[in-house]
Structure formats: C-alpha cells, structure tokens
C-alpha cells in the first residue's frame, strides 16, 4: 500500500507550512509509515483516505496530529535539542538568579513515555548544576512505558537516537544487549501514573514543567484546561517548555512566551491567577 | 556539505552515504582509513566523516587519532559507526578524538540525531 | 565449557530483530521465532565470523540464496525485482554476518578480536567445529503472499 502523490503533495504541503520541514521526494515511506497508526485509530482503510478526509475541513486537531507525526522523531534522548539547551542555558539561570541560594529544584515532565525526557532533563541538570539537589517528577497515563522508565534499561536502537556520547558513557553501562543507566541519574526521577485531564500530580509545585508534543493530541478546548490546569502547578517564577511545533498562543492567554534560541520557553504572566490565590 | 564515508563493506557504506545524502550532504566513500587519509592529505575537504572501526590497512580508531593531531583537519567532525559496543572502545575513540558514535545496526534517525546534537543538522528534521 | 557465555537465544533474538529493524525493515521488525517443524533451505548461502575467544568461535548466519538476494536488496533499498548481483550479495550478507558477531563480541567480558566475513555456498568446514547454539528464525520479507523464509543463526565453537 503506498501513498499517492496527490495525498503525498498535500501533506508535504501541511508540514511545511505548519513546522518549515521539507518532506522530499523519497520520503512517501515516512508519510505512510507515520500515519498509518493514525489512520487505524480513524477506522478508514488507508492513508489516501484518511488524508482526504482532512482537505475539506477547515484546520483542525487533526491537521496538528498529522504534522506532528510527520515532524516528531522516535522517543529520543534530547529531542529537539534545543529545549535542553534552554533548560541549562536560560531557564536554570533564571531561577538561581530569581532566588539566590537556590539549593533544590522541582521538575516535572508530563507525559514522559518510556522515560527518556526525565532522564535527559536530569543529565543536563546533573552536568549544569551537580550541587543542585533535582527532583523530576515523570508521569503519563500508560503504565507500560512506566515500567520501562522505571526499569532504566535501553536498547541500543533506543541508546543510538539523540545521546551525545560522551553523555552515554557517563551514565550507562552495559546490561546483557541493553544499557542501563546509574542509580545516579535513576534516582532523581520518580514514574507515577497521572492523567492530564485530572489535578496535578504530587510532587509540585514545580519549578519547571515539560509538556512536550502532548497538547496537540488533544482539541482546542482541552488543551486550554491543561494548560491552565498546568499552570496552577507552576511557581510564579516557574517555566513551561512546549514541543517545537507548539506554543500557548491562541489556548490560553495567561502565558508570556520568551525567545530563547530558536524556540520559545513560557512563564505565567503576573496578572493570571497563580497557585495558592483564591 | 560534503562527507566521508570510511568502511570495509560496500554494503555499509551506501547504507551510509544514501541516508547522508538524503539529509543534503554530498558523499565520497573509502575503504578504509589509509584510503581516507590519502584523500585529506591530497587537499579534499570535508566537513564529516563517518568512519568504521575495523577495516584492513589502517582502522578507524588509528584514522581518528591521525586526523585528531593535525591541527588544519580539526574542523573535520568525526563520527564512529561501527559494531565496536564495548564501553571501554567507546571511551577510546572519544578520547582519540572521535566527536560522535553511533553502534551498528542504526536506524537512519539515529544518524540525523547525531549531526543535530553536532549543529550540522537543523533539529527537529524528520527520518 | 562455552567461549560465548551469556550468548543464548534471548541474546541472539534480541540481537536479529535490532539488525533487521534498522537495516532491513526500516521500523518494523518483520523476524519472528521459527515455528516448529523442520528448517529445509533449499540452495543455502552461510556468512560467518569467528571470534578469538578461548577456544574461538564462530558467529554463523544461513539462508537461501533467494532470501539472501532479498536481504541485500532491502540494504540497498532496491526495488523487489532489481537483479542483484553476485558480489554485493556476498558483501551485504557478510556485513550482515559481520554486525551479528560484533554485537555477539560485545556481549563478552574479555575484549577479543572478530575475523573479516566470509561468505560461501558451502558451510565452513572445520573439523572439530560443536555446534553450540542454533536459532531459526522466520523472516516475512517484503514481498507479500511470500511464505516465512528461515534465516539459520548458529554459534559454534570451532
């Protein structure tokens, strides 16, 4: 089954007014291949299908999950990059500058999967503050990847996407064909069961809240209560770091968006309701 | 952008060279590290090598060493792909001069993630 | 007393389904365990390395020709009825052999030294040769309507 070159076209065209990524010729393996899950969650027979489905409507959820399966690599170490270095070269500053004698740090990574993100939040933050005690709370709704983020234990198929080296072979080490990382770093993550919809998890208030290429899974109206909901479990002085094809303009306007690099970082603003305010 | 792709196997190296091209580069391939050398000391350029670790003649590790001490190749940025997956051979070929490395058998994003970790690939680019 | 300690199916399966998922499936591993019944591969191609363990060993692959040419062209990305010439079949399933036995090597506590791949019609010949593990497994390749055809994993001490 591939995909046609009309239906081939089309999507080149929506990725790359929505994210500037250019799906080239060859890449029809990829628009299948990435959408196929989509489409069976869809009950329709074929991409073709699936994607006619969407040309006639006006831009919806969607459009955004067809962006985003086109743009997101595999769960990989780092991804994007650019949060990462955000994190350790804006965001971590900001908070030792707003409170000198800064000692301890609440992260909180929603919708973790199989870990990867906590664990790369933590090794930046171990290689950018190593006095810093650092807790991150990792959550998502399937028990199955938190197990495996639990486990600690990766694939060399997993292991190979987006670790720098030198990060690898400071934390890892060899379990059977797997890599299994420090107690170390292990130890600054703990795996809970949360549901996005419902109140915050424990472990907040936090200082800095992931929620990464998880909005756009849900419509306009619930993503605006999540991120509200998120917002009453960041500190006043806290951050949200968003995916990279996604941002809180236009879902919720209680958020200032700062540049950093060439993404963004977002704060609540001042006049927003903030945690513990009636 | 130009790169070297450094294996023994025909195989691996248009494996290589193809996913490279698709992410904009243009290849050049040799078969091994003596191979390779003689083309960077014959004047060719490149900004990336990717180079496998056992290969007749002069292997990878000794091909990185070597460009690793000549200050005018240091702007060369070398990536390992190779079964090589002992702990200790990695930490060798990072301390020799390696900037990367990847273990055979790879997925092509795992490469693309790799040069975007180095800067010679916008990140977030799909695989 | 084995050269390869700690080697054993799981090993050796984990190993295959990273090997095809990267390189010859592209994401989906489309390997599964052999099903019962007899492994009969009508013009057998064999690959193999050999690992300077104490005694040495060998990491060896078998397959039919037909599946070998399918493999090679799966490495190559060629299209299903492009010919495939003789001498990248020998290199793409010998790189094969060799990635297999890389991976087997790096399973061991002593660093040793793995052999360049060979490849052949015939099997390897050493007297001597146990065979110390043997892993058939079930490969649905690319072409559909295709039954499973068996790719033959066998560490041996040679």
Redesign the interface.
């Known amino acids: 089954m591939t995909v046609s070159a009309d239906t081939f076209t089309y999507v080149a065209d929506l990725v790359r007014r929505r994210s500037a990524i250019q799906l080239g010729a060859g890449k029809e393996y990829l628009v299948e291949s990435r959408l196929l899950p989509l489409v069976r969650q869809a009950g329709l027979a074929g991409v073709d299908e699936y994607v006619k489905s969407l040309r006639n409507v006006p831009h919806s959820a969607d459009h955004d999950r067809v962006v985003d399966a086109l743009t997101t690599n595999e769960t990989s170490w780092f991804r994007d990059v650019a949060p990462f270095q955000a994190l350790t070269g804006h965001v971590l500053p900001a908070l030792i500058q707003n409170s000198p004698g800064l000692t301890s740090l609440r992260v909180w990574s929603a919708a973790c999967s199989t870990g990867q993100e906590p664990y790369s939040i933590a090794m930046a933050l171990l290689a950018a503050a190593p006095d810093l005690c650092v807790k991150i709370t990792a959550t998502d709704i399937s028990q199955k990847v938190l197990a495996r983020g639990r486990a600690g234990r990766y694939s060399q198929l997993e292991i190979n996407r987006g670790l720098p080296a030198q990060t690898f072979v400071r934390h890892f080490t060899r379990a059977g064909t797997e890599w299994e990382l420090s107690d170390q770093v292990r130890s600054m993550v703990t795996f809970s069961q949360h549901n996005l919809l419902h109140t915050p998890p424990a472990g907040g208030p936090f200082d800095i809240i992931f929620l990464r290429n998880v909005l756009i899974y849900f419509d306009i109206q619930t993503r605006g209560e999540v991120l509200r909901s998120v917002r009453r479990a960041l500190l006043p002085s806290g951050f949200l770091l968003l995916g990279a094809v996604e941002a809180t303009f236009g879902i919720d306007d209680s958020w200032e968006t700062v540049s950093v690099g060439r993404g963004s970082v977002y704060t609540p603003t001042k006049s927003g309701k903030t945690q513990g305010e009636p | 952008m130009r790169a070297l792709v450094i294996d023994?196997?025909?195989?691996?190296r248009?494996?290589v060279a193809?996913i490279l091209e698709?992410l904009g580069f243009s290849t050049t391939q040799a078969g091994n590290g003596r191979e390779a050398l003689d083309l960077l000391e014959a004047g060719e350029t490149y900004d990336l090598a990717c180079i496998d670790w056992?290969m007749?003649v002069m292997d990878g590790f000794e091909f990185v060493a070597a460009v690793h001490a000549r200050p005018e190749w240091r702007d060369l940025t070398l990536i390992m792909v190779?079964?090589?997956?002992?702990?200790?051979?990695?930490?060798r070929a990072?301390t020799a001069g390696?900037?990367?490395?990847?273990?055979?058998?790879?997925?092509?994003?795992?490469i693309?993630?790799?040069l975007?970790?180095l800067g010679l690939l916008p990140?977030?680019?799909?695989? | 007393m084995s050269p390869l300690p700690g080697v054993g199916v799981d090993e050796v399966t984990m190993i295959a389904s990273e090997i095809f998922t990267a390189l010859v499936d592209h994401r989906t591993a489309l390997l599964t365990p052999w099903p019962d019944g007899p492994v009969a591969v009508t013009d057998p191609v064999h690959a193999w390395v050999d690992l300077s363990t104490e005694p040495s060993s060998r990491v060896q692959l078998m397959t039919g020709a037909e599946t070998a040419a399918d493999l090679t062209r799966a490495f190559l990305r060629m299209d299903a009825t492009e010919p495939v010439q003789e001498a990248d079949l020998v290199d793409a399933f010998g790189e094969m052999a060799n990635v297999f036995g890389g991976n087997i090597k790096a399973l061991l506590a002593r660093h040793v030294e793995i052999t360049l791949p060979q490849v052949s019609r015939q099997p390897p010949s050493d007297a001597g040769a146990v065979q110390l593990l043997e892993v058939p497994l079930a490969w649905r390749g690319h072409q559909p309507g295709l039954p499973h055809r068996p790719l033959v994993i066998s560490l041996w001490r040679i």
């Open positions: 023994d196997s025909r195989t691996m248009h494996i193809d698709e056992n007749p190779t079964t090589e997956g002992e702990l200790g051979q990695i930490v990072l390696a900037h990367e490395y990847v273990i055979k058998p790879f997925t092509s994003d795992a693309a993630s790799k975007q970790l990140a977030g680019e799909p695989i």
